[in-house]
Nanobody, 125 residues
Framework: HVQLVESGGGSVQAGGSLRVSCAASGITASAYCMGWFRQAPGKEREGVALIASTTDRTSYADSVKGRFTISRDTAENTLYLQMNSLIPEDTAMYYC???????????????????WGQGTQVTVS
């Protein structure tokens, strides 16, 4: 079965950088999407960044464009989110998620994810 395990969260001062990782296992779909989501206390979960397998096409929420970079290491089955120029509004629990795509031509969006990690806390002060 699919397992997603996040790591790398922590506390950082505003303006700083942090990288969170997601170790993935059990993904057998030939085409899939992987994404980072976050949820702050009292707020709804929001999509932050996503990447499509086979094409590595990425997409970002407007709030993080130019500051965050999503990437993946296929050899290590690991997803990354590099976060730069962090601001207090980035404080949240960050979750890794995955879902299958209908085909390699299907686009990835921020909906329909059915595999989730346990989350890693990022705090910016």
């Amino acid at each position: 079965h699919v397992q997603l395990v996040e790591s790398g969260g922590g506390s950082v001062q505003a303006g700083g950088s942090l990288r969170v990782s997601c170790a993935a296992s059990g993904i057998t779909a030939s085409a899939y999407c992987m994404g980072w989501f976050r949820q702050a206390p009292g707020k709804e979960r929001e999509g932050v960044a996503l990447i499509a397998s086979t094409t590595d096409r990425t997409s970002y929420a407007d709030s993080v464009k130019g500051r965050f970079t999503i990437s993946r290491d296929t050899a290590e089955n690991t997803l990354y989110l590099q976060m730069n120029s962090l601001i207090p509004e980035d404080t949240a629990m960050y979750y890794c998620a995955a879902r299958a795509r209908a085909s390699i031509f299907s686009a990835c969006g921020f909906d329909g994810y059915n595999y989730w990690g346990q989350g890693t806390q990022v705090t910016v002060s």
